[in-house]
């Protein structure tokens, strides 16, 4: 059939006809539909945007938000913001009854003696980190007296802030997180001086970043150095950065580890550098101080909780990528995050509270004896006790079994060594079948001559950390047998892909050992 006639003979179908027309009307219907939903959703954004007060700040140059003593400009749109400004400056010029101020801080002064409230009054912080768990730190140290607070951070809040920050509003979005604490805190505290750096942390800022608090007229907290840093920042970089500065200048400081992924309040600890585990932020940081020499001596939030099946995850980072200390895929431009990492809400503020409680019990020397975590220091020296043991062991062995030649013999290690080496290194697990029970440390190899050293009177082993291996007790004890008391080497006892792993791990305990 001509395709002519088929179409001539189609056109003159009724039921054709009613086809074609209902085909159209529904197309028809169906733009007129999205197009109004295109119009509604524009029209809901253009009011949104319109609901968020323009930013203005007249006085801002080039290199970012540097307004001391909280001199930062508000909108002339918003009444309150204005109304709290004023009564600001009064109070911080001194126009505020102590006694109202006193009034407030009640409980605290009860809780902290008139004596402690008066070294927080007097204390300067400096908080980097303007997020999720900056922001609670600084509004619970505002809150609680702290008269003096250093604002740093170069971002901006958004609407995703907002699950988090603790004073954002939607009106809020698109001003600068420092600006937006400073703003909302002075509607609750009004006699804190706030000192606003909008820019990046970075090590070639950290004195003037760090530098005494630039008092102005009466401030008699001119010239005071910080009394505390907090270290809420999320990038490495910045992070390692901060810590050493701190560390080598002898500031006070308190880091904040990954609230990401966290769900389980119960396992947040406070803790040194060197036990906080469970975390690619704890580890990466603590492997980056590692080899700047830094294995202890810096308070850290953590948490202990385990991912598990159901549980929010992060995208797994090459394992080489945490080798090198580097989170280079979670960074913006080389440095700044660009995933939406999943953070519960709740969560960023518990660890912002946890490090504020701290700053406040130590400035005014209050007791704080804080729970180890899962007691992993008992571990970690039954660890050291078990080193100990073996080479005492493989001494007396040596010698022939005699047991004076033991006496007195010291190891060159520190349970801070073992927690290394056993969280580090071989991730709590035995290097041989992988199994995370009955842990202990022991020789990988059988020494070749005397592990003994004497220097005057006192006797020690020659043990390096690149000699130990983390095996189960059973695995020990066979290896014991075989190897070290032996007559066989790891190669005749272990499969080559096992051996081959541990030489490895070794080989990358070597690199750290000589920062220690």
Known sequence: MAPSSFL?????????????????SGAV???????????????????LKGSIPPHTNGDQNPNGLNHRNGTAALSPADKEDQRNAALARRAQAG???????????????VFLTPAGLDKLRGAFVVVVGCGGVGSHCAAALARSGVSRIRLVDFDQVTLSSLNRHAVATLADVGSPKVQCLRRRLLAITPWVHFDLRQEKFWDQVADRLLEPWQGQGTDAGAGRGPDFVVDAIDNIDTKVALLKYCHDHQLPVISSM??????????????DIGVSTDDGLSRATRRRLKLLGITKGIPTVFS??????????????????????????????????????????????VFGYTVANHIILSITGYPHDYVPAKGREKLYEGLLAAVQGGEEKILRHMTGGDPSITLGLKVPLTSGDTAFLVEEIFKARSAITGLSTRLTLTR?????????????????????????????????????????????????????????KVEALLRETAKYERYR
């Open 258 to 271: 990954g609230a990401g992924c966290k769900s389980d309040p119960t396992r947040i600890f406070v803790g």
């Open 95 to 109: 126009d505020y009854d102590d006694e109202l101020i006193l009034e407030q801080l009640a409980r605290n002064r």
């Open 304 to 349: 202990t909780e385990k991912t598990g099946e159901g549980k929010a995850e992060l995208l797994p980072l090459p394992e080489e990528e945490f080798h090198k200390g580097e989170v280079g895929d979670l960074g913006v431009l080389p440095d700044f995050r660009v995933r939406i990492l999943p953070v519960l809400g709740t969560m960023p503020a």
């Open 444 to 500: 990988w190899r059988r020494p070749a001559n005397s592990t003994l050293i004497r220097i005057d009177e006192q006797k020690s082993s020659n043990l390096r950390l690149a000699d130990l291996v983390c095996m189960t007790k059973e695995e020990a004890a066979r290896h014991d047998r075989e190897v070290l008391r032996g007559e066989k080497t790891p190669e005749e006892v272990y499969e080559r892909e096992i051996v081959e």
């Open 29 to 47: 219907v169906a733009t007129a539909i999205l197009g109004y939903q295109h119009l509604q959703q524009a029209g809901r954004l253009q009011r």
């Open 8 to 24: 001539e003979r189609a056109s003159s179908s009724h039921q054709v006809q009613l086809a074609a027309t209902a085909l159209a």
